[in-house]
């Protein structure tokens, strides 16, 4: 690792996690984590519920105690440190704004403990409130504010502090879609403005591809991927990461040879080819393919290569695509999406189709495996890597 | 021509059948349970309607209407409340001892619901479960136990306490204590601990985000245990009488007690009973009021039936 990255991880709100370990009466929660997060990078734990990644949040927050290794902050290690000495503020799922003051008082609380004057504390929450655009509504009370206006001032609670890292515990899941599109180029924004380092942990894909700058996916308490929005929704490593993102047209197959660019796959009496993944693999794997990759041709001809023919089994409209869903030769279910451009594509159930599976968007993958994502944080570190 | 979709001949409507059909009806309220419920509470509130009634009569008779007058309370200048020291230090020392447990039941119940709340580990399941004893015992049981421990133990703490006002103190802040916890938790439970963690994480120490944070959320439980004490403590019969040592010990309960039954006694004791009867009634209704009143609905729906609960059990 070269210097430049080293002082980048030990300045201005950088979080490593070593070997990060929490069990709760036998069930393991967090099963020894490694990360690093730069400082002032927005990064997102995703997963599904009860993969541990509030549990991880927490550990770092300082209201569970690790059983196993360490959270460092700065390169401080913060384990014997307890949560209100802590530079880390949290966002609550549910806000936690206290009933009992009002706006004004409840950005101003955590000013308590830090013996400013009273002048002083005021200034800076109402400049707080300000910064998330609540500046009139300084004397309500939390009860009379709506969801995201709710979440806005919990927002500025926690920034007046100055932490080095803002924790956020899903604090988007509370409000309706519309707001919560809103908010997220809202916060994404704000983060880039205040530069401090952002921990996100959600269950919603869309949330932690659109804002983050790296992801990692959780599975039962260990950390299956790390890497950039693009890195894990196009270059999945495992097959719960690439189920996990979006939909995953995941197929059984066989490898049985591979060359230069590629390797050959045997699904079913049909031959496929593909560019992308674990391409020197043999043997039983899995493949996965994106919807929006899938091409449907007309039954006509011959068919080129890397298609398969299929049945229309019924087709679901969004909106904005109409997701297809086609039953292979094979056997296989595959979805396709197709972009609503206004010109009329009738598909109806029982139209036969030939699927075009172009070979750059077929990914073989070998199962979930260590190796395998500590490959992708090693690329993701190293500015010349290009491996895909 | 065949009939098709003749619609059958209705019966007659007789007094009978309609009569069946408004009882029947599925949509019509339920009346006979209306009607039991009304049934009940006139058996059980009509005697103590009455009693009240009387305390207001005119003569010295506790069952014949002779006239409506205040001389009971106090317009007579000897046998009136007000004015007999019998009656007068009954009321002033059942005061005194409910003013007593409410001052000492009330922080030390708080305290220990705080304590139990955020016990982990071994012991926590049978301390949460003798903090329930007192609600379940027998007064009786508990009343000839703590007499048997002050008069009878010869260690020290006990032996140091004579029956009396003291005793009697100890002896209802014992039960009263269980009550407090019952109210203090269930509000605790419904408040959560995440306003705690927030205010931690904001930089307070956990004492501070106790005292700036959770007592004042609290604030409504801690009322209503307050007047759930006085109430308690007001009407308790047992305990005080066993505890108590002489004359200068009687409560109103203890009062009506011993003369209830007697023949030379005027409708005072009427005014008395009334008297009880009121303030226990102010004292709870005032902490459902409160609970009500303070704190979203469900907390204070949560909090509303365990003190309902609790009013139930020592009714």
Known sequence: ?388 | MTSVGLPARRPPETALSRAAAWIRNPWGRPRFLAAATWLYLAWALLPVLAAILFSFNDGRSRSVWQGFSIRWWWGDPTFSVFHDPTLTHALTHSLELAVLDMAIATPLGVILALGLARWRGRGSGTANFLMLVPLVTPELAMAVALLLVFTQLSIVPFALVNLGTTAQVIGQVTFSLSYVVVIVRSRLASIGPEYEEAARDLGASPRQALRTVLVPLLFPAILASMLICFALSIDDFVVTQYMSSDAGTTTIPMYLYANARGGSTTPAINALATILVLVTLIGVGAAFAILRSFGRRTEARDTTEAVSGLAALEA
């Open chain 1, 1 to 388: 690792m070269s210097d430049e990255v080293r002082a980048e991880e030990t300045a201005g709100g950088a979080i490593e996690l070593r070997n990060l370990s929490k069990d709760f009466d036998g069930f393991v929660a967090v099963d020894a984590i490694d990360l690093r997060i730069r400082g002032g990078e927005f990064f997102s734990l995703l997963g599904p519920s009860g993969c541990g990644k509030t549990t991880t949040l927490r550990l770092v927050a300082g209201f569970e105690r690790p059983s196993a290794g360490a959270v460092l902050i700065d390169g401080a290690d913060l384990s014997q440190v307890p949560a209100h000495r802590r530079n880390v503020n949290t966002v609550f799922q549910s806000y936690a704004l206290f009933p009992h003051l009002d706006v004004l008082e409840n950005v101003a609380y955590g000013l308590r403990w830090q013996r400013l004057s009273k002048a002083d504390a005021r200034r800076r929450a109402t400049e707080a409130l300000d910064l998330v655009q609540l500046g009139e509504l300084a004397s309500r009370r939390p009860p009379q504010l709506s969801g995201g206006q709710q979440q806005r001032v919990a927002l500025a609670r926690a920034l007046v502090l100055r932490p080095a890292v803002l924790l956020l515990d899903e604090p988007l899941g509370a409000l309706d879609a519309k707001i919560r599109k809103q908010l997220r180029i809202e916060l994404k924004a704000l983060q880039e403005e205040v530069g401090i380092t952002f921990l996100f942990v959600t269950h919603d894909q869309e949330e932690a591809l659109s804002m983050s700058d790296r992801i990692g996916v959780m599975n039962e308490g260990r950390i299956d991927q790390i890497g950039t929005p693009q890195d894990v929704y196009e270059t999945p490593t495992t097959v719960f990461v690439a189920d996990f993102l979006g939909v995953a047209n995941l197929m059984s197959v066989e490898a049985v040879s591979s060359d230069a660019g590629g390797c050959e796959l045997r699904v079913g009496d049909f031959r496929l080819r593909a560019c992308s993944g674990d391409t020197s693999a043999r043997g039983e794997a899995k493949v996965v393919v994106r919807p929006e990759r899938v091409e449907i041709r007309a039954h006509d001809g011959t068919p080129p290569p890397n298609c398969l023919p299929g049945m229309v089994d019924r087709t679901i409209y969004v909106g904005s695509n109409l997701h297809v869903v086609i039953r292979l030769a094979t056997g296989a279910l595959v979805q396709a999406s197709i972009a609503n451009t206004g010109s009329v594509s009738a598909y109806s159930q029982g139209d036969p189709v030939l699927v075009h599976l172009p070979d750059d968007a077929l990914r073989l993958l070998t199962g979930d495996g260590d190796d395998a994502a500590r490959r992708t944080e090693a690329v993701a570190e190293d500015p010349g890597g290009a491996a895909r």
